[in-house]
């Protein structure tokens, strides 16, 4: 369907074909649009035709027939790996990674948009760049800590631990 205030459209896959059984709402990005846009209008209900019927199955011989030309050992749900990596690595927050790809569990999105090193890389080095004085990090950590194992004279907070 056509959401003409956003300029782009959506689909919205019926349940009885969606394994979890709700409702898919599919929102495209301007990439898949353009690719959309190619081929609407050739047939007058459906986007996706082969020889004048609609396709059924996304895993077909088409589908294995383009892989092998291109060269490429890629399964359909790759795709959507590759997907929820890069909403991740692009910053979109955890709950719009997790309607995009269509998950009720978290556990899962997570699965589909594990970390990218580059990214943790950088997470790990943001602890470098941090202007912070050591007492105060170390009064931070301290502060959970049960006085009878923090060392003789450092300072909790208002008072002294001799």
């Keep these: 369907m056509s959401v003409p205030e956003l300029n782009t ?23 898949a649009k353009s690719v959309l846009e190619e081929v609407r209008g050739m047939h007058p209900e459906y986007v996706f035709t082969y020889k004048g019927h609609y396709v059924t199955k996304m895993n077909n011989s088409a589908w294995k ?6 060269g490429i050992d890629v399964r359909v749900h790759d795709l959507k790996h590759t997907f929820g990596r890069r909403l991740r690595s ?4 955890f709950e719009d990674r997790q309607d995009l790809l269509g998950h009720r ?13 580059t990214n ?3 997470a790990a080095n943001a602890v470098c760049e941090k202007k912070e004085s050591a007492t105060v990090t170390v009064l931070k950590l301290l502060r959970n800590v049960a006085p009878a ?3 003789q004279g450092v300072e909790m907070g208002l008072r002294k631990v001799v």
Excluded: Q
Excluded at 108 to 113: G, P, Q
């Design 9 to 31: 459209s959506v689909f919205l896959i019926p349940a009885h074909v969606v394994k979890n059984r709700e409702d898919r709402l599919v929102v495209l990005n301007s990439v």
């Design 65 to 70: 027939r383009a892989r092998k030309l291109a």
């Design 90 to 93: 692009a910053g979109v927050s």
């Design 105 to 117: 569990s978290g556990r899962i999105t997570t699965h589909y948009s594990a970390a990218e090193l």
């Design 120 to 122: 943790l890389v950088r």
């Design 149 to 151: 194992k923090v060392p």
